[in-house]
């Protein structure tokens, strides 16, 4: 899976990459490792998501819940983007809604 976003709050856009996607990142992205998966961001999402790991390891799969853990799978990504970091702007090969 490939995420392209905009967040506003830090005022930078950002790229995750997961799965197979991940082997094409440029080299300048930092890898995030947990739970045995790892994906590849640009250096401030990557930052963004350690922390949410290792301080509010949870996120709401919807706006109105449920919460869960939060975990490096393509689903849970994708909620914590869109309903944590916000500015999501393409996918290309997530998970189907």
Do not use: F, I, K
Not at 56 to 64: A, D, G, I, Y
Request: glycine share 14%; net charge negative; proline share 7%.
């Amino acid at each position: 899976m490939v995420v392209t976003g905009y967040d506003d709050r830090h005022g930078c856009g950002y790229v995750l990459r997961t799965g197979a996607d991940a082997a094409g990142a440029p080299p300048q992205s930092t890898e995030v490792s947990h739970g045995g998966r790892t994906v590849r961001a640009t250096p401030e999402l990557g930052a963004l998501l350690r922390d949410a790991l290792a301080n509010q390891p949870v996120v709401l799969l919807s706006w109105s819940g449920p919460e869960v853990p939060l975990t490096l799978d393509d689903s849970t990504l994708l909620a914590w983007l869109r309903h944590t970091v916000g500015g999501v702007l393409t996918v290309s090969g997530g998970p189907a809604r």
